[in-house]
């Protein structure tokens, strides 16, 4: 027998190298050979989210802006005015709905949907000039506010000019036909084909122009989960390259927090408070979603939760009329809980009427005690580091008490103190006690100012859809 040596392992092979055996043996010191040592494991836990939250986004509240309905012009001039009693009610990041021109080939209704877009890189002139746009922009930085786009990306309208330019971008019916978006009544609009590297390319360069030529400081993804993840991957560190940007996902998955978005809807919540409201569900409903929340989804994914937005006052109903005497206790519950807050523009005019979607039907503003408890609770948000957003802010932790199926409470705490929040989530008083949790202490009163010390053990009657917060500061 000879013996052949070969650095990775000396092994004794027969001469007769036509015999199957030494072939074997050949494949199996090649093999031997060429076998990568097995990879170093680290257990050292990384952060899940990988997306760096712009500073200003921390403790911020959002507030949508839906052009055609927020003023009686329906115009960027006059809702330009109104920015500085956005400022004043402290809202942070100003969603604007879609800016661009709207599609007239199969246009629903005689203005159309905002989200069948004719150009991406045009303003639509229903609601001004780019130059008007830009005012609006400037003037929301010099207020401290901070303006995102809502970005259509899956589907255009039948007449944009990417239909003949690039024909091939968009996907196609079993009949070679353009191809609405399937089982939902989105006629007017055609889907884009994201397997096509060309789009790619040119719709994350559309995204930077209005942030590095107009000034925008990110976007609202229109139904961001039928777009692929990859694609918002890309997109985010484009825009990074520019500047620190927001993006929230119209998308309900915590995936797209990895290294796209800051945030995204939380459905959930939504889904919750109003089976709640309706009384299909009792207080430990939320016991579900808060458990989820904190299990599966990362302390630092902002998720957005929201009383109404354009869907929801749309095609549902206007939020006073869809939450009834669980109004109040909702809108709060949106600042207090773990989540970015979302306020629709009407809101504090305690605006209940449905807007309609296409057509001009601005809103009926008027003065309303509404907005005070907006202003009360954003301001509670900001001085309160406990209450902001994601990691930035504290985790809730349960308090358990007597009277589970009505009552919702828990504590908000850090350092610098928090907040202790019970919610009676029924038609009927409540009286519970409290049993295990940090609640025990000195509060204030976040409404009255009165103090209020907790003990261990200690007690409290709530009215029927009515909730307390208590305010611990730290000296």
């Known amino acids: 027998m000879t013996r052949f040596r070969f650095p990775c392992l000396p092994l004794r092979c027969s001469p007769l190298w036509f015999s199957s055996s ?6 199996a010191i090649l093999s031997a050979c060429t076998t990568p040592a097995p990879r170093a494991l680290d257990y050292t836990p990384e952060p899940y989210v990988q997306v760096e939250h712009p500073e200003w986004a921390r403790d911020a509240v959002i507030y949508q802006i839906n052009t055609r309905q927020f003023t009686d012009a329906g115009t960027f001039v006059a809702a330009e005015a109104e920015l ?3 400022a004043e009610l402290g809202i942070d990041i100003v969603w604007l709905m879609p800016i661009h021109p709207i599609g007239e080939v199969n246009r629903k209704g005689s203005l159309g949907s905002p989200y069948a877009v004719k150009d991406y890189l045009a303003v639509n002139p229903e609601f001004g000039t780019l130059e008007d746009l830009k005012s609006f922009i400037d003037t929301a930085h010099n207020l401290d506010l901070h ?3 809502d970005w259509v990306a ?16 968009y996907i196609r019916e079993w009949n070679g036909d353009f191809r609405p978006t399937p089982w939902v009544d989105w006629a007017d609009i055609i889907d884009l084909d994201y397997r096509q590297a060309g789009l790619r390319e040119y719709m994350s360069n559309a995204m930077r122009y209005w942030v590095e030529e107009v000034g925008v400081d990110g976007f609202r993804a229109d139904v961001a989960g039928y777009v692929p993840l990859d694609f918002w991957e890309d997109v985010r560190a484009n825009l990074d390259q520019v500047k620190p940007i927001f993006m929230l996902a119209e998308y309900e998955q915590r995936d797209v927090h990895a290294r796209a978005f800051n945030a995204s809807y939380a459905w959930g919540w939504k889904n919750t408070m109003q089976a709640v409201a309706r009384g299909d569900a009792n207080a430990s409903a939320f016991d579900g979603y808060y458990g989820d929340n904190e299990a599966v989804w990362p302390q630092d994914a902002y998720r957005m ?11 549902d109903e206007a939020a006073p009329v869809l939450y009834g005497d669980a109004y109040e206790n909702a809108i709060a519950l949106s600042f207090v809980s773990e989540g970015i807050p979302l306020i629709y523009n009407g809101q504090e ?18 003065a309303h005690p509404i907005a005070g408890l907006f202003a009360r609770l954003i301001a509670l948000k900001t001085e309160t580091t406990a209450l902001h957003n994601g990691a930035a802010g504290a985790r809730m932790v349960p308090v358990a008490n007597t009277a589970p199926e009505q009552v919702l409470s828990f504590t908000r705490l850090d350092n610098q103190g928090g907040v202790f929040a019970v919610f ?24 009255s100012g009165e103090a209020i ?13 009515s909730h307390r917060i208590l305010v611990r500061d730290v000296d």
């Open 22 to 27: 030494a072939i074997a043996c050949a494949v």
């Open 84 to 86: 500085p009693r956005l």
């Open 147 to 149: 303006v995102i786009l």
């Open 154 to 169: 899956n589907h255009t309208a039948w007449d944009n000019p990417l239909t003949l330019d690039h024909p091939e971008w």
């Open 305 to 315: 939760v929201y009383t109404s937005n354009h869907d929801q006052n749309a095609w």
């Open 349 to 366: 005019a305690f605006n209940t009427d449905r807007l309609e979607f296409f057509e001009d039907d601005p809103i009926r503003w008027r």
């Open 424 to 447: 009676n989530m029924s038609a009927e008083p409540a009286a519970a006690s409290f049993t295990t949790g940090p609640y025990a202490g000195d509060y204030t009163d976040a409404y």
């Open 453 to 465: 010390s907790i003990p261990e053990g200690g007690a409290m009657e709530i009215p029927a859809w």
